[in-house]
Structure formats: structure tokens, C-alpha cells
């Protein structure tokens, strides 16, 4: 009798902690490899709030990137589907008006939105500038009711956009963007309504400039590597800094707090800032997909790690399960899943397969197996036993010819239903309208035209000096 009721009790508290929706926040870091964090056992680097934050939360040994490079992951966490079917093919292109994202869902269950950081949706190329007020595909035209942000990567000291005021700062970006966020929260946690807060670091990406006191641990590498590597050390305290205010304020226990990365690590960093994995960002091998993935809610999650598959797709459904949202919230067809089941106990093997399709490159992963070309145009696809070698050595398409012709089948079938949702017919139209912008620099944008004289004088926009941090190397192009 005494465990009955135990049980009962348990799942009444359950069952309330569901009622009272919780409190959601999103935090992306930019170009940070999956084997770079101290939980994974980097030789050099130390991350103390991501290792707590592991430990205490859903850790995932294969947590993936909704895409290789940066704002097709963007809209795959916003979207839910795979990048392509909302337009955005690579970095720099614009996300759909027609898509529905989770801050418009959220916005109408009776959540309050924010956005922070890196926006990289509206169609610009070239290093973060503030977002115009008036840009038509400004984060509060995708359901964020306040926002700081700006078009792209930006780094130390950044000019940024608070709802369309420019607004300059000082210090090293991600304790920017955290700051700001917790001004978020402070402002409507006494509110009666829960929180959504969109957090996209503009770090690790280059140019790598960290502030001495972050780089003074990595003197013997390069000096690229030890600022990539010193922005490292800031992303980990202002996740920190952000933990620390969720439990001050009395509401971490009832927030569901998801970090991960927008693709794969970097080449050229040393160390290996991939653990390994063969392939970088650009690459649909395991190094240029698999990220850093934690999922933290105190209130219902047992903390430990996981080997299920998941994806940055995987998130706007795992929200909608959660809060109760319609399904006319989401566009149809949806590549993630609800991760909710995985939050008390292991779940099987994942059913869904993850489809990934960047330019020619394109794979598919299932529970085991995983099948990639790295050049669609030629026809050749490879296959490999994920579980008994991620490192992908080992091509098994003539071995496990069976497998390798099924996974094929389904791989094609797949890059067809994207190929139809591109040229838009899962909307109501039928068709793409508007008509997708081109993705430009946003110095060639004739809005800001008026703000180029001012802006140009800033060290960021300065070919010469982008990306060569004191004692740091040039970076010739800064596209993504």
C-alpha cells in the first residue's frame, strides 16, 4: 500500500511539474567540436560548468548538428525540419516567413521570448552587424519579443542590436550575450508568464580573440589556437555565470536548459578539436555533425549519458511534446522527434533515421549504421558501423551490401521529400513566397548604406585586421 501511494505521489508531482510549463533556454555555441570540453577529456582545456552542467543533466555521446555549418543549424533548432526545407541551403541564406518557428509557438502558449547573440538568418554574409529594426527577417519577425543581436559571428567589445538600437559594448562577447539574458530573466521572472531564451554564442568562431587572462593557460600553442581555445575558457564561465543565475533566482529547477553546438569543430585549431572524429565543419563525416549535446532539467531529468542519436531537429518537437502545443504549431513534414520519453529512462533504439544535405554532400544515420557521399554528382556513398567505428575507417557498403542498398534507398527517398519542401510545397501556396532573397553581404545591402561610414572604422570590418587578434594569425575570408 505504502509503495502504491508512493507512486501515486510521484506521479502527481510529476504531473504538476509538467503543468507549470517550464521555463526553456537554447544555448548554441559556434563552431565548437565535439571533442572540446573537459567532460570529453581534452588534453588542454577545462570546462568546470559544462562538466557540472553534463553531470547534473542528459549528457549525449551522439548528439548531432542539424548541418555542418552554421545558419542551416539555426533553422533546423528554430524549425524543426532539416534546413533545406526552410530555404536556408548554407551560411547566409535567409529563413522562410512562411516556416513556423518554436518562438511563435511559444509566444502564443503564453511565453515570453528573447533572443541573444548570433541571428545569421536574414540573409547576410560577412562578420555580425547589428540587426536594422526594419529588417523584415529580424528575430522579432520569427516570434522574439525582445532581442540582441547581430547578422553573424561577433567577438570582443561587439557593436549590437537591441531591437534595433545600436548599442556598443565592452568585454569578451559570450559574457555579453549572458549578461543580456539574465537582464531577461530578472525583468519577467516575477511575471506570470515562463521564459524562452534563445542564447548563439558567436564563440569559438573566428576571428579568435580572446582576452588575456582566457588565453594565458594555451601559451604553447599557435597563437590562433590559443585564442580559439582562450574564447573557450569564456564560453564555459558564462555558462557558468547563466547556471548560477537560473539557481539565484529560484527557477533552475524548472527550466529546461539544452546546449550544444551549430557543427563541427575546426581544422585548423590544435588540438584536435573534433576528439578524433574524422572529418570538420563543412564535412557530413562524424567530425563535421557530431557536437557537444547536454540536456539539463533538474525537476525531471535522471541525470547520465546517453548514447540515443539526437539532433538539433529533435528540439521544437521535444518542446511542443512538453508545453502541449497543437500540431499546426510545426510544418509538416517534421525531420525530429520528441526526446521527452529519453528524459526518465533509455528508450530503445531510435526509430527516425537523422538526414543531413549540405551543397553535394549528404548522409544518413540510424541507430548503427550511417551512410554518406561526399559527392552526391559522382554516386559514390560509403557505409559505416557507427557504434564499432565512429571514427568511420572502415567502408562497409560491399560487406553489409544489404544494409548499405536499404539505407541507400532510404537516403534518396529522404533527399526527395527535402528537394519538394524546398521548392515549397508543404505550405498552404504551394510555392516559395516570397521569393527566397539572395544571400549578400550585408555591406552591399542598400540598408546600411547610412551606416557604413561609422561602422567601417571598427576593427571587426577591417579586412586587414578581421580575425588577427593580438598575436593572432589573419583570417582571409569570413563567410560563415
Same mark, same amino acid.
Given at each position: 500500500m &505504502?509503495?502504491?501511494?508512493?507512486?501515486?505521489?510521484?506521479?502527481?508531482?510529476?504531473?504538476?511539474?509538467?503543468?507549470?510549463?517550464?521555463?526553456?533556454?537554447?544555448? %548554441?555555441?559556434?563552431?565548437m567540436g565535439w571533442g572540446q570540453t573537459g567532460y570529453r577529456g581534452h588534453p588542454i582545456l577545462k570546462t568546470p560548468n559544462l562538466n557540472a552542467m553534463a553531470a547534473n543533466g542528459l549528457r549525449f555521446e551522439r548528439f548531432y548538428a542539424g548541418n555542418p555549418v552554421c545558419s542551416p543549424t539555426r533553422a533546423t533548432v528554430l524549425t524543426g525540419r532539416t534546413n533545406e526545407r526552410a530555404g536556408v541551403l548554407t551560411h547566409g541564406f535567409a529563413l522562410r516567413l512562411q516556416e513556423k518557428t518554436i518562438a511563435q509557438a511559444l509566444k502564443g502558449a503564453g511565453y515570453v521570448t528573447g533572443h541573444f547573440g548570433k541571428w545569421h538568418l536574414n540573409g547576410f554574409k560577412g562578420p555580425g552587424a547589428p540587426v536594422l529594426r526594419d529588417d523584415p527577417r529580424s528575430p522579432g519577425a520569427f516570434g522574439f519579443d525582445e532581442w540582441v543581436s547581430v547578422t553573424n559571428f561577433f567577438d570582443q567589445n561587439p557593436i549590437m542590436s537591441r531591437g534595433g538600437e545600436f548599442v556598443e559594448f565592452k568585454g569578451d562577447s559570450s559574457d555579453i550575450v549572458v549578461a543580456e539574458a539574465a537582464k531577461f530573466i530578472d525583468k519577467h521572472r516575477p511575471g506570470d508568464k515562463p521564459l524562452f531564451a534563445v542564447i548563439w554564442f558567436g564563440t569559438p568562431h573566428s576571428p579568435f580573440k580572446a582576452l588575456?587572462?582566457?588565453?594565458?593557460?594555451?601559451?604553447?600553442?599557435?597563437?590562433?589556437?590559443?585564442?580559439?581555445?582562450?574564447?573557450?575558457v569564456a564560453l564555459d564561465r558564462a555558462m557558468g555565470t547563466l547556471r548560477k543565475k537560473l539557481c539565484d533566482v529560484g527557477i533552475a529547477d524548472n527550466t529546461l536548459l539544452v546546449f550544444n553546438s551549430d557543427n563541427g569543430g575546426l581544422p585548423e585549431v590544435k588540438p584536435s578539436s573534433t576528439g578524433g572524429l574524422r572529418g570538420h565543419k563543412g564535412s557530413v563525416y562524424e567530425g563535421g555533425l557530431r557536437v557537444p549535446g547536454i540536456i539539463e532539467w533538474p525537476a525531471m531529468?535522471?541525470?547520465?549519458? #546517453?548514447?540515443?542519436?539526437?539532433? #538539433?531537429?529533435?528540439?521544437?518537437?521535444?518542446?511542443?511534446?512538453?508545453?502541449?502545443?497543437?500540431? $499546426?504549431?510545426?510544418?509538416?513534414?517534421?525531420?525530429?522527434?520528441?526526446?521527452?520519453?529519453?528524459?526518465?529512462?533509455?528508450?530503445?533504439?531510435?526509430? &527516425?533515421?537523422?538526414?543531413?544535405?549540405?551543397?553535394?554532400?549528404?548522409?544518413?544515420?540510424?541507430p548503427r549504421f550511417k551512410i554518406l557521399s561526399e559527392n552526391l554528382k559522382e554516386g559514390s556513398f560509403q557505409l559505416y558501423d557507427i557504434l564499432s567505428d565512429p571514427h568511420e575507417t572502415t567502408d562497409l557498403s560491399e560487406k553489409e551490401?544489404?544494409?548499405?542498398?536499404?539505407? &541507400?534507398?532510404?537516403? %534518396?527517398a529522404w533527399s526527395d521529400s527535402v528537394s519538394a519542401s524546398f521548392e515549397g510545397r508543404d505550405y498552404p501556396e504551394g510555392k516559395v513566397t516570397p521569393p527566397d532573397p539572395e544571400s549578400i553581404p550585408w555591406t552591399d545591402h542598400p540598408s546600411y548604406k547610412p551606416y557604413?561610414?561609422?561602422? %567601417?572604422?571598427?576593427? $571587426?570590418?577591417?579586412?586587414?585586421?578581421?580575425?588577427?587578434?593580438?598575436?593572432?594569425? &589573419? %583570417?582571409?575570408?569570413?563567410t560563415n
Open positions: &505504502k509503495s502504491a501511494l508512493l507512486s501515486i505521489l510521484l506521479l502527481t508531482l510529476c504531473s504538476s511539474l509538467f503543468a507549470a510549463k517550464p521555463n526553456i533556454i537554447f544555448v %548554441m555555441a559556434d563552431d588575456e587572462a582566457d588565453k594565458a593557460a594555451f601559451g604553447d600553442l599557435d597563437q590562433a589556437s590559443a585564442n580559439h581555445y582562450g574564447e573557450l531529468i535522471k541525470p547520465r549519458v #546517453t548514447s540515443y542519436p539526437a539532433c #538539433t531537429f529533435d528540439l521544437f518537437p521535444t518542446v511542443a511534446d512538453i508545453v502541449g502545443l497543437p500540431s $499546426e504549431s510545426m510544418i509538416q513534414p517534421l525531420d525530429g522527434i520528441s526526446l521527452k520519453p529519453l528524459f526518465a529512462d533509455e528508450i530503445g533504439e531510435r526509430r &527516425k533515421p537523422l538526414g543531413f544535405r549540405f551543397g553535394n554532400k549528404i548522409a544518413m544515420t540510424g551490401a544489404s544494409v548499405f542498398e536499404q539505407m &541507400k534507398k532510404e537516403l %534518396m557604413l561610414g561609422d561602422l %567601417m572604422k571598427r576593427w $571587426e570590418y577591417q579586412p586587414t585586421t578581421r580575425g588577427a587578434g593580438k598575436g593572432g594569425k &589573419k %583570417m582571409k575570408k569570413h
